[in-house]
């Protein structure tokens, strides 16, 4: 590029030569160069000149000498600056190229003469791949198009043989006001810009700096939002084309309103699916309720922001506005801190959202029935079906459960009290459990049920397990229990118990139901570990007599086998020695209970009937009507019916299903 460059430079020296020049006098180089622009019809910026001949002013006019000036058109600056652009596109476009085409990247070595009030600044930049280095033609040449010729020439060289890429002093300046850089400050009509245009130097007139340019923007009024280090960048690259953004105000900035973020969700209308492990979708779990429990943080209100006054470059306040407050709207069941700022939940509960506040309602009401519009419901407080739970969903509940429709093959617990208005038909998958209450049921058929109280039914118990670690119920008019398994810790009383087609049933009062269960489970674990003991003492044995029989040896093998089944035989026997004594030890709290439990019949217990009190068994031969089993000194006594206790939730119940 600088071989195009010194053509250049040759060819304009050989057009200066060729006469295309005026010699001029006039009072001043100016007025010299203004009538030479009119004799060649160009603009004076692109003139040249050398003064011939200073003029002088005399003294009130006398001894006046006028200026003699030789003025020509300069080609060779303009033909420089057009080859400066020319020369930065192919720049750009060649080191695009050559990344996109991922080759040996190069860049010739760069001259760069800066003129200040401190100086004449030479900086050189060191090349890159296989680029040229910079050498003395290049320098010369920079300073030929821009007339300087008062430099330190060992400097020159001395920075062109080893370059530093940094300004080196190499000359004074020499003051020349008519070809130094000029700027003008524009500043925006919002007072928020302030842009300075500069008009580049003329040969080696001398470039602005940032002291310049600071005191321009002071005098044009601009007093803050100043960037120096930006203008300080600007200068040093030296590249006027574009203008300099030199100083920014600030803009206002708006506070933010007052919101209330909320902790629990309150849109409930995005529903999700779950997936199992197979990729398999549980359209019963629809996570509808959102459950909170006391404490709980349902909401934190984040208060407005103060607003932040802007300021313009010429130091003007632009006023900016705070934002709005709102109220903080909750509602029952909630509690609102002292500082009003957090709401937590007074009760455990679901959380309802409406006319925009949060309420904590301990009731949940499902209007219909418990399907795949409401999915699976799980509630910290008490839930109410307006309707049925249908095949295979789940209501679970901390407080009590009301279904005022029935319950088909599904699963219900409550830690309180389950009704069930219409009754259970379970086809022998429904499980029924209340863990601190007791089930209320207009009927039961083919289910589960667990109580921890009571039972009651008033119509009747078809073929179902029944457990209670109280009392079983069942004296409607048409009340009667048939088959399958009754477990009550104190009583069992129906108006019939079988049927005249001596169905099997069995009955079993005296022992809390929970124990009797413990007490199979253990005997079930106590039998699978008895067989699993068998078979390892007779590997032990078989080893054992293999080991005598080769005079006390073993192939390793073997020989470790024998000692993980001693280990393994040690500790199956220790565990069976504990089932034992937990086993011994509940049936001797059964032992030690009180006599107490009852099977009592209003109308008919039928044989096929098996009646269970503590450890004694009674089983029904014949027909009793208007009876009552009980025991007495260790042995099962027969006595007249007695009537139960029925409480006011039983009696609420039978109201209520007369009233429908």
């Given at each position: 590029?600088?071989?195009?460059?010194?053509?250049?430079?040759?060819?304009?020296?050989?057009?200066?030569?060729?006469?295309?020049?005026?010699?001029?006098?006039?009072?001043?180089?100016?007025?010299?160069?203004?009538?030479?622009?009119?004799e060649?019809?160009?603009?004076?910026?692109?003139?040249?000149?050398?003064?011939?001949?200073?003029?002088?002013?005399?003294?009130?006019?006398?001894?006046?000498?006028?200026?003699?000036?030789?003025?020509?058109?300069?080609?060779?600056?303009?033909?420089?600056?057009?080859?400066?652009?020319?020369?930065?596109?192919?720049?750009?476009?060649?080191?695009?190229?050559?990344?996109?085409?991922?080759?040996?990247?190069?860049?010739?070595?760069?001259?760069?003469?800066?003129?200040?009030?401190?100086?004449?600044?030479?900086?050189?930049?060191?090349?890159?791949?296989?680029?040229?280095?910079?050498?003395?033609?290049?320098?010369?040449?920079?300073?030929?198009?821009?007339?300087?010729?008062?430099?330190?020439?060992?400097?020159?060289?001395?920075?062109?043989?080893?370059?530093?890429?940094?300004?080196?002093?190499?000359?004074?300046?020499?003051?020349?006001?008519?070809?130094?850089?000029?700027?003008?400050?524009?500043?925006?009509?919002?007072?928020?810009?302030?842009?300075?245009?500069?008009?580049?130097?003329?040969?080696?007139?001398?470039?602005?700096e940032?002291?310049?340019?600071?005191?321009?923007l002071?005098?044009?009024?601009?007093?803050?939002?100043?960037?120096?280090?930006?203008?300080s960048?600007?200068?040093?690259?030296?590249?006027?084309?574009?203008?300099l953004?030199?100083?920014?105000?600030?803009?206002?900035?708006?506070?933010?309103?007052?919101?209330?973020?909320?902790?629990?969700?309150?849109?409930?209308?995005?529903?999700s699916?779950?997936?199992?492990?197979?990729?398999?979708?549980?359209f019963?779990?629809?996570?509808?309720?959102?459950?909170?429990?006391?404490?709980?943080?349902?909401?934190?209100?984040?208060?407005?922001?103060?607003?932040?006054?802007?300021?313009?470059?010429?130091?003007?306040?632009?006023?900016?506005?705070?934002?709005?407050?709102?109220p903080?709207?909750?509602?029952?069941?909630?509690?609102?801190?002292?500082?009003?700022?957090?709401?937590?939940?007074?009760?455990?509960?679901?959380?309802?959202?409406?006319?925009?506040?949060?309420?904590?309602?301990?009731?949940?009401?499902?209007?219909?029935?418990?399907?795949?519009?409401?999915?699976?419901?799980?509630?910290?407080?008490?839930?109410?079906?307006?309707?049925?739970?249908?095949?295979?969903?789940?209501?679970?509940?901390?407080?009590?459960?009301?279904?005022?429709?029935?319950?088909?093959?599904?699963?219900?617990?409550?830690?309180?009290?389950?009704?069930?208005r219409?009754?259970?038909?379970?086809?022998?998958?429904?499980?029924?459990?209340?863990?601190?209450?007791?089930?209320?049921?207009?009927?039961?058929?083919?289910?589960?049920?667990?109580?921890?109280?009571?039972?009651?039914?008033?119509?009747?118990?078809?073929?179902?397990?029944?457990?209670?670690?109280?009392?079983?119920?069942?004296?409607?008019?048409?009340?009667?229990?048939?088959?399958?398994?009754?477990?009550?810790?104190?009583?069992?009383n129906?108006?019939?118990?079988?049927?005249?087609?001596?169905?099997?049933?069995?009955?079993?009062?005296?022992?809390?139901?929970?124990?009797?269960?413990?007490?199979?489970?253990?005997?079930?674990?106590?039998?699978?570990?008895?067989?699993?003991?068998?078979?390892?003492?007779?590997?032990?044995t078989?080893?054992?007599?293999?080991?005598?029989?080769?005079?006390?040896?073993?192939?390793?093998?073997?020989?470790?086998?024998?000692?993980?089944?001693?280990?393994?035989?040690?500790?199956t026997?220790?565990?069976?020695?504990?089932?034992?004594?937990?086993?011994?030890?509940?049936?001797?709290?059964?032992?030690?209970?009180?006599?107490?439990g009852?099977?009592?019949?209003?109308?008919?217990?039928?044989?096929?009937?098996?009646i269970?009190?503590?450890?004694?068994?009674?089983?029904?031969?014949?027909?009793?009507?208007?009876?009552?089993?009980?025991?007495?000194?260790?042995?099962?006594?027969?006595?007249?019916?007695?009537?139960?206790?029925?409480?006011?939730?039983?009696?609420?119940?039978?109201?209520?299903?007369?009233?429908?």
């Amino acid at each position: 590029m600088s071989k195009l460059k010194d053509m250049l430079l040759s060819l304009a020296d050989e057009d200066e030569a060729s006469g295309n020049e005026i010699e001029v006098f006039a009072d001043s180089v100016r007025q010299a160069l203004e009538m030479a622009a009119r004799e060649f019809k160009v603009d004076i910026s692109t003139l040249d000149y050398s003064i011939l001949e200073k003029g002088t002013q005399g003294f009130l006019g006398v001894g006046r000498q006028p200026y003699r000036v030789l003025v020509k058109p300069s080609k060779t600056e303009d033909a420089y600056r057009d080859l400066d652009e020319i020369e930065k596109k192919i720049l750009k476009t060649s080191q695009t190229d050559l990344e996109l085409r991922n080759v040996d990247r190069y860049s010739d070595g760069k001259v760069k003469i800066r003129v200040t009030k401190s100086g004449i600044w030479l900086t050189i930049t060191k090349p890159t791949g296989g680029g040229r280095p910079a050498d003395v033609n290049d320098v010369n040449n920079r300073l030929y198009s821009l007339r300087i010729s008062n430099v330190n020439v060992k400097k020159i060289e001395k920075e062109i043989d080893k370059p530093s890429e940094k300004p080196v002093k190499i000359g004074d300046w020499i003051p020349n006001p008519e070809y130094d850089g000029t700027l003008t400050v524009e500043i925006t009509e919002d007072e928020m810009k302030a842009f300075v245009h500069f008009v580049p130097p003329r040969f080696a007139g001398k470039h602005m700096e940032t002291d310049d340019v600071l005191d321009s923007l002071k005098r044009s009024g601009v007093i803050t939002g100043i960037n120096q280090a930006r203008i300080s960048d600007y200068l040093e690259q030296m590249d006027y084309s574009r203008p300099l953004l030199a100083a920014e105000g600030q803009p206002p900035h708006n506070g933010r309103d007052a919101y209330i973020d909320y902790k629990v969700r309150i849109d409930k209308s995005d529903v999700s699916f779950s997936e199992d492990e197979k990729g398999q979708v549980d359209f019963k779990n629809l996570d509808l309720l959102e459950n909170v429990v006391v404490g709980q943080v349902l909401a934190v209100k984040v208060p407005a922001e103060d607003g932040i006054p802007g300021r313009t470059i010429t130091n003007r306040v632009l006023p900016a506005r705070s934002g709005k407050d709102i109220p903080f709207k909750y509602g029952k069941g909630t509690i609102l801190s002292d500082d009003k700022t957090e709401l937590s939940a007074e009760i455990n509960g679901q959380v309802v959202f409406q006319g925009g506040k949060i309420s904590v309602e301990p009731v949940f009401f499902v209007k219909g029935d418990v399907s795949f519009e409401t999915g699976n419901i799980v509630f910290l407080g008490s839930v109410v079906v307006g309707g049925s739970v249908q095949d295979n969903f789940v209501v679970k509940a901390a407080g009590n459960i009301e279904v005022k429709g029935s319950v088909q093959k599904a699963f219900l617990e409550a830690e309180g009290d389950i009704i069930v208005r219409q009754g259970i038909m379970g086809r022998e998958e429904a499980k029924i459990e209340s863990t601190g209450g007791s089930v209320y049921a207009n009927f039961i058929q083919s289910a589960n049920v667990y109580a921890e109280k009571d039972v009651l039914v008033s119509e009747g118990i078809l073929h179902s397990k029944i457990d209670a670690g109280n009392r079983i119920l069942c004296n409607g008019r048409r009340a009667r229990i048939v088959g399958g398994l009754i477990r009550a810790g104190e009583e069992v009383n129906a108006r019939a118990i079988g049927s005249d087609s001596f169905t099997k049933t069995e009955v079993r009062v005296g022992i809390n139901p929970k124990v009797l269960q413990q007490i199979t489970e253990l005997e079930s674990a106590k039998k699978q570990i008895d067989e699993e003991f068998d078979k390892i003492k007779k590997d032990v044995t078989t080893l054992t007599v293999l080991k005598n029989n080769s005079g006390g040896r073993l192939p390793q093998e073997r020989e470790e086998m024998l000692g993980k089944l001693l280990q393994q035989k040690q500790k199956t026997e220790n565990r069976l020695n504990e089932l034992n004594l937990v086993l011994e030890e509940l049936k001797a709290y059964l032992g030690m209970l009180e006599q107490k439990g009852k099977v009592c019949a209003e109308q008919t217990i039928f044989p096929g009937v098996d009646i269970y009190i503590k450890d004694k068994r009674f089983s029904i031969k014949d027909p009793y009507n208007y009876i009552k089993f009980s025991l007495e000194g260790g042995e099962i006594r027969l006595s007249e019916y007695e009537k139960p206790e029925i409480s006011d939730a039983i009696g609420k119940m039978t109201m209520a299903r007369r009233r429908r």
